[in-house]
Each structure stands twice: as structure tokens, then as C-alpha cells.
């Protein structure tokens, strides 16, 4: 039995992401709890992402649909849902802790090349995150849980100790860069 993980793009009624921490906190975490639902990782963003939004990605065993994660949700705007499963990582569901830059990105893909992207994806991550130029770590590679259409969407989110390291890893080692760009020609975009 595979893990549901359940990224949420969220909105909330205030000027800043407060009040939607609090409605979390107080409605939906416990209710999630008691459904056997975790917090893979909850973000606030810093590019790309309002001020009154929050990222947020849950996690429970076996399947489950959106209405799982969505259900307890009353005082949040859902602005983007997407059932995922993981590929070569996360290898569990212990959340993302660690202080930093977290980077989502997501992949417009043929769903039938899921398993070629997780593997380029999983080779270039031996030279990309094992370096002492910067600090690097890919968190979790997602493809859709149901992959039954042509097309779909995979989710990389990958951690870095700040922007200066981010930066600097646009130029990976390159094997990395190798495989990244053998990745890229099985995209159809990114965002």
C-alpha cells in the first residue's frame, strides 16, 4: 500500500497568511490527525506565492481522495489541489524541518515517462546535492497518484540553505547538468 500525499495551494481571507495558520492550527490539523492524515510540510512563499497564501502538502497511507484533505478546509480557498505519489523520494512521511529556501517546481510530463524522469532525476541528485559548493537537497519527486491520462504533472521540491545556493547550483556537476537536460527534453514545461 503506497502513501497519498495531497499538495494544497491555499488562500486565506486576510492580508497575510496569519489567520489561515491559525484556522490550520485550530480546524485542520487535528481533524487530519484523527483521519491518519500528516503534514509532510507547510510554506509560506517568497516568490510566485501571495501573502495571504500558504503551500501546504499532506500525507496519509493508502489511497485517498482530494475530499480527505480538502473536506475540513471551511475557512481556506482552495486554489489548487493535485494527488500525488511519490517517486524516488520522500521514502516516508517524516516532514520537511529543516530552515531554508524549499523550491517547488512542477513538470508538465507524459505520464508514461514518469519512471525514466524519477530514475535521470535520481542519478543527476549523486553529484548535485554531493558538493561543497552549495547546499542542496531534493525533498520529494511526485507524480500524479492516478497517472490513467496521457498527460500529467510531477512536483519536485528540493531544499536549499538560501538563495546564494540556489543560485549557484544552476550550474551543477556536470553529470547532474547531463541528466537534468536528458530530463528536460521528456517535459513539455515547467513552472
Known amino acids: 500500500m503506497n502513501d497519498t500525499y495531497c499538495y494544497l495551494h491555499l488562500r486565506g481571507s486576510g492580508r497575510d497568511s496569519e489567520a489561515l495558520r491559525v484556522h490550520l492550527k485550530e ?11 500528516t ?11 501571495g501573502s495571504n497564501e500558504l503551500i501546504v502538502v499532506a500525507a496519509a497511507a493508502g489511497d485517498r481522495t482530494e475530499d480527505a484533505f480538502t473536506d475540513v478546509l471551511t475557512e481556506a ?7 500525488l505519489a511519490a517517486t524516488v523520494r520522500p521514502v516516508g512521511t517524516a516532514p ?4 531554508g529556501l524549499y523550491v517547488f517546481r512542477f513538470f508538465d510530463i507524459d505520464n508514461a515517462n514518469v519512471d525514466e524522469i524519477a530514475a535521470l532525476s535520481n542519478e543527476a541528485w549523486t553529484t548535485f546535492e554531493n558538493t561543497d559548493d552549495y547546499a542542496a537537497e531534493p525533498q520529494g519527486l511526485f507524480a500524479q497518484h492516478d497517472r490513467s491520462d496521457e498527460r500529467g504533472r510531477m512536483l519536485l521540491v528540493t531544499w536549499y ?14 553529470a547532474a547538468m547531463e541528466n537534468f537536460l536528458r530530463r528536460r527534453a521528456l517535459t513539455h514545461g515547467t513552472r
Not at 27 to 37: D, K, M, P, T
Not at 77 to 83: G, I
Not at 96 to 99: A, L, M
Request: proline share 6%; hydrophobic share 45%.
Open 27 to 37: 480546524s485542520v490539523l487535528g481533524a487530519w490527525r484523527q483521519s491518519g492524515i
Open 39 to 49: 503534514v509532510w510540510g507547510i510554506w509560506e512563499g517568497l516568490f510566485g506565492v
Open 77 to 83: 480557498e482552495v486554489l489548487d489541489v493535485l494527488l
Open 96 to 99: 520537511c524541518d529543516k530552515p
Open 161 to 174: 540553505d538560501g538563495l546564494n545556493s540556489w543560485q549557484t547550483s544552476r550550474r551543477p556537476a556536470p
